[in-house]
T-cell receptor, first 114, second 115 residues
Framework: KAGVTQTPRYLIKTRGQQVTLSCSPI?????VSWYQQTPGQGLQFLFE???????NKGNFPGRFSGRQFSNSRSEMNVSTLELGDSALYLC?????????????FGSGTRLTVV | AQKVTQAQTEISVVEKEDVTLDCVYE???????LFWYKQPPSGELVFLIR??????QNEISGRYSWNFQKSTSSFNFTITASQVVDSAVYFC????????????FGTGTRLTVIP
């Protein structure tokens, strides 16, 4: 079966711009989570959506937002980009709560802010 | 508060050697889940195993084995007869039953297997 698909794979943006990243979960998976990975902070939880509702949010500023559509596809948006937003953004999907079947991650979107 | 510690930042072994990656966790929850993920250079996190707090049975899957000890809050991962393809960053992660539906990751251990 198809895995978790994230687009685009690479992105270069200028400070102050905004960006939208996309994630298509595995078919049938209703939970989609987003993580930010940086060399300094490691892997940090951004937010989680289930059936179009944001259930949980990590400790990130309001510039980071997301949404989930009825087909479970999810987007995350970062407004007013800062240099520190440069990171690998990973999306994960799960068919069960608490990732009982193991969260499946996509290959990520590498965002570079210049 | 929850915390996952992977004290080994980098490990290098020669092919066919055994290697153990350490993971120590902290949580106040009585019900929690522990995971190991592998991150190859391609970037995606590959799920290896999930263990819940009530299941202390060790598990073996081919060359991989996991040792879960609640008494020491550890969930260590051993690769037997390592291969070059095992070279990657390995992450241990924790999810709490009473908390948000998210993973708390350790800082990862970079394993390099030298041919």
């Amino acid at each position: 079966k198809a895995g978790v698909t994230q687009t685009p794979r690479y992105l270069i943006k200028t400070r102050g711009q905004q960006v939208t990243l996309s994630c298509s979960p595995i078919s049938g998976h209703r939970s989609v989570s987003w993580y930010q990975q940086t060399p300094g902070q490691g892997l940090q939880f951004l937010f989680e959506y289930f059936s179009e509702t944001q259930r949980n949010k990590g400790n990130f500023p309001g510039r980071f937002s997301g949404r989930q559509f009825s087909n479970s596809r999810s987007e995350m948006n970062v407004s007013t980009l800062e240099l520190g937003d440069s990171a690998l953004y990973l999306c994960a999907s799960s068919s069960q709560d608490r990732g009982l079947d193991g969260y499946t991650f996509g290959s990520g979107t590498r965002l570079t802010v210049v | 508060a929850q915390k996952v510690t992977q004290a080994q930042t980098e490990i290098s072994v020669v092919e066919k050697e055994d290697v153990t990656l350490d993971c120590v966790y902290e949580t106040r929850d009585t019900t929690y889940y522990l995971f190991w993920y592998k991150q190859p250079p391609s970037g995606e996190l590959v799920f290896l195993i999930r263990r819940n707090s009530f299941d202390e049975q060790n598990e073996i899957s081919g060359r991989y084995s996991w040792n879960f000890q609640k008494s020491t809050s550890s969930f260590n991962f051993t690769i037997t007869a390592s291969q070059v393809v095992d070279s990657a960053v390995y992450f241990c992660a924790l999810s709490e039953e009473a908390g948000a539906n998210n993973l708390f990751f350790g800082t990862g251990t970079r394993l390099t297997v030298i041919p």
